[in-house]
């Protein structure tokens, strides 16, 4: 039997700040900060947010095996009413649910109990509200045995969602850095787990959020999945440590070498990606000077399977027009023509194969 979740914060939270997670801070913020500064650099910060949510939404779905391609995905967008593929359809909900919510925040600077729930409702409509019916556990996947039993009783799950909405928005409620105590915040939110179901990819929302609200980043580019698809097993373990044996430290850790991590591997991408631009757009310029238009350009980097009606409303030219620019593309080797179902798409190959790239990194 679990002892009760107690309130934020925590007791005596300034036995967190222990020397190896104060190096870590250091390490942490420094890259941080060049990611920040960096993403201020990029021409249009449009192409790079819509390239990492994707990716974003596609690791973070993966952690719970919804597995998909991202040519599913760049598909998907696209294929409204038509058959689609379940785990596109479930990665493009999550999609929608970060943009929406990192939208709120950055307008109120508040992560509210409402932002929460909305989120959760997008994830999973039809799971979707904070858990009434008792019985949730959270168990081993082979042998079944109960690992943790979270409240049960909805009155308890609102009151302490409702204590770590404060814990999150009030300012005086901790005096902690704001990277240990986004380890904390996630790891209270998994501990609630206020919902039947999208626990999981909430909090870890929830975290991206925290980062913007607190001035760490100004865009939604430095996303934990990846590490954690990475280190799942230690993800699971570390958490339950934390109740077992009170070991916040490791936990800390933990997440705080995944933000620094993911920062450094973020900037490798974002300089990657400006160099692919740049050099794409110097080329354009030179082979189709007829045709070239920073929109367009734009175009191929937003939409990685670009296509006709993409480009006609982007560029703001007629199908015909907008058909032979991509045909000429396509004769310079800027994109590949690619026909699927009755649609023809232009695939920026250079790009598609920089995020493989990017997910094949150890
Ligand atoms: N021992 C544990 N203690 C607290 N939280 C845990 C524990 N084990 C797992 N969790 C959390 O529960 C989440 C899974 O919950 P749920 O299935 O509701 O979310 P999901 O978004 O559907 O799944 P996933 O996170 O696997 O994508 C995990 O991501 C993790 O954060
Ligand atoms: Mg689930």
């Given at each position: 039997m679990d002892t009760p979740l107690a309130n934020l914060?925590?007791?005596?939270?300034?036995?967190?700040?222990?020397i190896p997670v104060l190096k870590a801070l250091t390490k942490a913020h420094r890259f941080l900060a060049e990611l920040k500064g960096m993403a201020k650099t990029i021409p249009n910060e449009g192409i790079l947010i819509s390239t990492l949510t994707m990716q974003e939404a596609k690791d973070s779905s993966a952690i719970e095996n919804i597995i998909t391609t991202h040519d599913e995905l760049f598909r998907v967008a696209d294929m409204k009413g038509e058959k689609i593929n379940q785990a596109a359809k479930e990665v493009e909900s999550y999609c929608a649910a970060l943009q929406k919510s990192y939208h709120q925040t950055k307008a109120t600077g508040l992560i509210r109990l409402n932002d929460i729930l909305h989120i959760q409702a997008i994830i999973e409509p039809n799971k979707s509200?904070?858990?009434?019916?008792p019985g949730t556990v959270i168990a081993n996947?082979?042998?079944?045995?109960?690992i943790y039993t979270p409240p049960q009783h909805p009155d308890e799950i609102k009151a302490l969602l409702s204590n770590l909405v404060n814990y999150i928005n009030d300012a005086q409620s901790s005096a902690l850095d704001p990277l240990i105590k986004m380890a904390i915040i996630h790891h209270q939110f998994e501990s609630i787990h206020p919902f039947y179901d999208g626990n999981g990819r909430t909090g870890r929302i929830i975290n991206i959020l925290h980062l913007v609200k607190n001035g760490l980043?100004?865009?939604?580019?430095?996303?934990l999945s990846r590490y954690i698809v990475r280190t799942k097993s230690e993800y699971y373990h570390l958490l339950q440590t934390v109740r077992d044996q009170n070991d916040w430290e490791n936990w800390v850790l933990y997440i705080i070498k995944g933000i620094e991590e993911t920062a450094r591997e973020t900037i490798h991408f974002i300089h990657e990606i400006k160099t692919l631009v740049f050099e794409t757009k110097q080329r354009m310029r030179t082979e189709l000077s007829g045709i070239y238009s920073q929109d367009l350009l734009n175009n191929l980097f937003f939409h990685p399977y670009t296509k006709v009606q993409f480009v006609m409303d982007?560029?703001?030219?007629s199908r015909i027009t907008a058909t032979k620019y991509l045909n000429q593309l396509t004769e310079h080797g800027f994109v590949e023509k690619h026909r699927i179902s009755r649609t023809n798409y232009f695939v920026n190959q250079a790009l598609v194969h920089l995020i493989r790239q990017q997910e094949e990194l150890p």
């Open positions: 914060p925590l007791p005596d939270e300034s036995i967190l700040e222990s509200g904070i858990r009434k019916i996947a082979t042998t079944k045995e109960v980043l100004d865009l939604p580019i430095l996303y982007q560029v703001g030219v």
